[in-house]
């Protein structure tokens, strides 16, 4: 016999288990199927983002963060200690510790909202039913007035640097590292590439980054993605540009990386390979063939802006389909489905989500590029304001990089907000809500900031854009 319910969710990751609170929050009967196992064989909701991906690197980001500045920092504010050690295994216990926290966390929205929060795999059939199998026990068909399918992404595996979980590892792999590398080689200088190697950077490997393009960060904006690289260079982290792996063998305690660059064929050898270059949307087993779910040729699946896919009552959210792999995009499409299952206007504005890289200095941005303004033909404007002419940021003791914002001639309108420097991540949440609102950078001269704040440097870039920046000269 099968159970019905009004909405089941194949995934329980960000995108997954907000839709799920977000249907029970409307009424509906819910469930929500997730097969992730941790490495100590528990399962867990939460998916990438809380087992594996935005949650402990966060963690590991504040604690290496903290101990490069006890190192570098605070002798300039007089702070003197007879030095500084890291344990690794404090360090690891207190992640796990918070990842279990959220995780369960979650369990808990789960029961409070009457989900029924099912761990094992999910399989869409025809007609919206799922067959669902328990870790252990026996398959069971569930069936739904709508489904949602929320199964998320993987690291993307090359053939040449297989991931053998010891010395060649992906980004969960080197967020469990129990030790120090002395070297340590990233392949790919994107956002896991430049986190993860910035946290072992922090602790004392030596970090040589290989990124295949020849532009560094080819998608942020290029004032931005220059200055970032100048203090990642700073910092010691070795980013070779325009540098394709070839081929990365173990040997022992070490791994040969090839690699061919404008110079030829080269090579390097280091004790643990981190390879971050992309990851894919993971979608292995979730569809019957009868289901009536199209995927494209990238292997994510199709849906239109409201994420419905090519079977009627079927959504599909968060990495396994296009747009960014952000957990908040996933999270706000989630939202959606569940409010138009639930017969309710809903829509994301895809063209304002925010993206931030959580290192130091943390860069974020939202809207388009000056490129990208530039390239769409629309007459536009530029200020900037940097952090070292920011009291609070001299404070802090960090006055590297500037807020850069765009707008359109015509009429004023905020088309690009691009930040890098001291909590670059929360200082975006402003340029966020002016651009949703269609705010004009006249908006957001005449918005009274705190002083001394961060904050206060959108503010001046926003009068920069008009020439009439009052702490920093105008040019
Ligand atoms: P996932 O989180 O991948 O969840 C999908 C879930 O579905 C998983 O639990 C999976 O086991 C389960 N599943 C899949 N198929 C089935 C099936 N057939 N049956 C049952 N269960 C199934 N994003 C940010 O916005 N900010 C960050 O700071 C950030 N940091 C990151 C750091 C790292 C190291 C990594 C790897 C990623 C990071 N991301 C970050 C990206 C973010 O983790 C993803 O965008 C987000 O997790 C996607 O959410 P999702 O729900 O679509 O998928
Ligand atoms: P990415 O797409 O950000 O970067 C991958 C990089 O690897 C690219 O610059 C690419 O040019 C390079 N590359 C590809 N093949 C290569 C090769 N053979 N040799 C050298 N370089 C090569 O991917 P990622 O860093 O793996 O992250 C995956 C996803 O996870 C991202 O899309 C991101 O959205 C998400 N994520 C987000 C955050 C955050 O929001 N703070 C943090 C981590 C991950």
Redesign the pocket.
Known sequence: MSRNFDVVVIGGGPAGYIGAIRASQHGMKVACIDQWVNRDGSNAFGGTCLNA??IP?KVLLESSELFHRAQHEFARHGIRHSGVTMDVATMQSRKASIVKQLTGGVAGLFKAGKVEGLAGHGKLLSGKKVEFTPISGKPEILEARYVILASGSS??E?PVARFDGERVVD?WGALDFSEVPQRLGV???????L?LGSVWSRLGAKVIV????DEFL?MADRDVANEASKQFRKQGIDIKLG???TAAKVAGKSVKVD?LDKGGAQSLEVDRLIV????RPYTDGLLADDAGVKVDARGFIEVDKECRTSAKGVFAVGDCVRG???AHKGSEEGVMAADLIAGEIAEMNYNVIP????TSPEIAWVGKTEAEVKASGRAYKTGSFPFSASGRAKAMEQTAGMVKIIAAKDDDEILGVHIVGPMAGELISEAVLAMEFSASTEDLQRTIHAHPSLAEAVHEAALAVDRKALNFPNR
């Open positions: 991906g935005c690197s690291p993307i090359l980004s392949i790919g200088a994107g956002v896991i590439g986190e290989l990124e295949a393009m080819f540098a394709k792996m690699y971050a270059v992309g990851r960014p792999m952000l993206a931030v890289i959580y």
